[in-house]
């Protein structure tokens, strides 16, 4: 199992940047695919990015598409998700998670681990 620590979450004006990392611990970080997902209140949690155990394949919610990037580093067990452009839309706690598996997927019920997540509240 891997333990999620994500942070970089706040608040910021529309047009921003923010840039929020998530922190693994255990065994075997390059084993896991990684993602983010978001869940604003009164909604579903929701897809936003993800990224391949070696960080060759990524995959992102086309509404963020051009504004988000993710990577990772796989000797520092950290997987990063820079957000720019932000806009009042993308208001939620956003949250890491770990999937033991190759390939990315963009289900939430397909992923194992989970951090507790960071809030991020962009202003009109």
């Known amino acids: 199992q891997v333990y999620l620590v994500e942070s970089g979450g706040g608040q910021v004006q529309a047009g921003g940047s923010l840039r929020l990392s998530c922190a693994a611990s255990?065994?075997?970080?390059?084993?896991?695919?990684m993602a983010w997902f978001r869940q604003a209140p009164g909604h579903e949690r929701e897809f936003v990015a993800a990224?391949?155990?070696?960080?060759?394949?990524?995959r992102y919610a086309d509404s963020v598409k051009g504004r988000f990037t993710i990577s990772r580093d796989n000797t520092e067990n950290t997987v990063v998700l820079q957000m720019n452009s932000l806009k009042p839309e993308d208001t939620a706690v956003y949250f890491c998670a770990a999937r033991a598996q190759m390939y990315v997927t963009t289900i939430p019920r397909s992923y194992d681990s989970w951090g507790q997540g960071t809030q991020v509240t962009v202003s009109a």
């Open positions: 255990g065994r075997s970080f390059s084993s896991y695919a």
């Open positions: 990224i391949s155990r070696s960080g060759e394949d990524t």
